[in-house]
Nanobody, 124 residues
Framework: QVQLVESGGGLVQAGGSLRLSCAAS????????MGWFRQAPEKEREFVVA????????EYADSVKGRFTISRDNAKNTVYLQMNSLKPEDTAVYYC?????????????????WGQGTQVTVSS
């Protein structure tokens, strides 16, 4: 079992930055692929980015490439999402997720554990 708690969300102006954190507890964190998803109002949840257990492999959604950076610190059982050059369309609830598989995936069904989410609001 893995418990995930996100933090770092908030209100920021367009062009600004935020860093989200996801603290994991429970079973060995370093064996999990970690991902970030987001859900905007009245839209389906969508994949943002994922990282493998070592941090050496990442996959980004096209909409955030070059602006967002995922990283992880297995010693701290924490994954981070640095978000730069934020746009109003980045406004959403951001969810951290953990997969028991060793393969990065953008599919929600591959992730067995989810956090409660943290709100990110970007004003224009």
């Amino acid at each position: 079992q893995v418990q995930l708690v996100e933090s770092g969300g908030g209100l920021v102006q367009a062009g600004g930055s935020l860093r989200l954190s996801c603290a994991a507890s429970g079973r060995i964190f370093s064996f999990y692929v970690m991902g970030w998803f987001r859900q905007a109002p009245e839209k389906e949840r969508e994949f943002v980015v994922a990282i493998n257990w070592s941090g050496g492999i990442t996959e980004y959604a096209d909409s955030v490439k070059g602006r967002f950076t995922i990283s992880r610190d297995n010693a701290k059982n924490t994954v981070y999402l640095q978000m730069n050059s934020l746009k109003p369309e980045d406004t959403a609830v951001y969810y951290c997720a953990a997969s028991r598989r060793n393969i990065i995936s953008a599919r929600e069904s591959e992730y067995a554990y989810w956090g409660q989410g943290t709100q990110v609001t970007v004003s224009s």
